[in-house]
């Protein structure tokens, strides 16, 4: 019995020790990213917009402390006013660096809509505005049904289901 008891006492006191060291560790973390502050904003991929538009969308500006930059919601604001980008990645290094990765949003169609040229994702999610079909030779050119909302950065509604449509838009995609 006094055996057992010993076993258990030690095995209470690592556990113990081991949520005491996490907890430390955690506070030194939290002291050291207070004290990193922005030295340097780096994107890193390709896209249509420049690095100098998206460290300016991003809102990150160097100075600023590592802990109160909020990594989700700059990635968030970055995808919401950058519709040709489909996804982005924030992280801030301990030396200071923050780094922008950022992935283009592969163009698919290209359609007249209302008198305007859209390009879309191959989700019918919208681009942005063409000049003229002409401009985006690297997309396929489509005629929709009936557009109920186009919006850019959104999937575009139509007034029936298109569910048919869409099934036939990605076949076609995979012979090519």
């Known amino acids: ?38 030295k340097e904003i780096v994107v890193e991929g390709e896209s249509i917009y420049t690095p100098e538009q998206i460290i300016a969308t991003s809102g990150i500006a160097a100075g600023d402390k590592r802990n109160k930059i909020d990594v989700d919601a700059v990635e968030k604001e970055i995808l919401e006013s950058m ?27 290209c359609s007249d809509i209302a008198g305007g040229y859209y390009v879309m994702s191959g989700e019918f999610r919208i681009l942005g505005v063409s000049g003229d079909m002409a401009d985006r030779s690297e997309s396929v050119i489509i005629k929709l049904p009936r557009v109920k909302k186009a919006l850019i950065g959104d999937k575009v509604e139509f007034y029936d289901d298109m569910e048919y449509a869409r099934s036939f838009l990605d076949d076609i995609d995979k012979s090519f």
């Not at 690592?14 to 005491?20: D, K, R, S, T």
């Not at 955690?26 to 990193?36: A, D, E, K, P, R």
């Not at 519709?83 to 169609?109: M, W």
């Open 1 to 38: 019995p006094a055996h057992s008891h010993r076993k258990s006492s030690k095995y209470i006191l690592a556990v113990i020790l081991n949520v005491l060291f996490i907890l430390v560790v955690w506070g030194i973390c939290l002291i050291f990213n207070s004290f990193v502050t922005v």
């Open 83 to 109: 519709s040709f980008l489909a996804h982005v990645k924030v992280k801030i290094k301990a030396n200071g660096t923050a780094i922008i990765g950022i992935t283009p949003e592969d163009i698919a169609y």
